[in-house]
């Protein structure tokens, strides 16, 4: 990673305050969220990125804002801060800030569901193809899969654990990541933004 893009670490700031991002934009409605299904979120994506996070598939929340990993209580945004991507706490909006930090959001599957377990099998192998390709147009560094059970079935390596993987995807190394829902009780934030640290001291490593 180059030092144009080599964000500063420290503690992850205090929750959005009055004037902030997540004071302006209003909570989509249950009519937003419900006609936000099997909608497609644009990528994140730019030439040469250090890394390109990879999560399972849109959430309603996401699809009704047009914002990866938008929904309160996904941990994503304060992992990639605790990790020492982010010089400070991004709200979902400011997205389109990432590439210039070397960065960009993509998803195995396209199209937005309530839960990732109402994906199939074949959708996520047919999405670890169509990333496959991605990665060989767009060439990052790192390929980061948030969420180890989609990569096991996608990538079919059902005993792949968390962290650098044996094999690459095209151009790019790989990296497991833990889904940061908030349904998974497994990882504190604290856990979770040290394995996004554990990722980020790779790719400052070369």
Sequence with gaps: MSDRRRPGGGRPEAAPGPGTPARRHPRPSREQLAAAADRLLPDVIAPGLDVLFVGINPGLWSAATGWHFARPGNRFWPALHRGGFTPRLLHPSEQDTLPALGLGITNMVARASARADELTATELVDGAATLTAKV???????????????????????KAG??????????????????PSGLNAHFTPETLGAAFAELRAAVVAG
């Design 136 to 158: 060989e147009r767009y060439r990052p560094r790192w390929v980061a899969v948030v969420g180890v059970t989609a990569y096991r079935i996608g990538f079919t390596r059902p």
């Design 162 to 179: 968390f962290g650098p993987q044996p094999e690459t995807l095209g151009p790019a190394r790989l990296w497991v990541l833990p889904n």
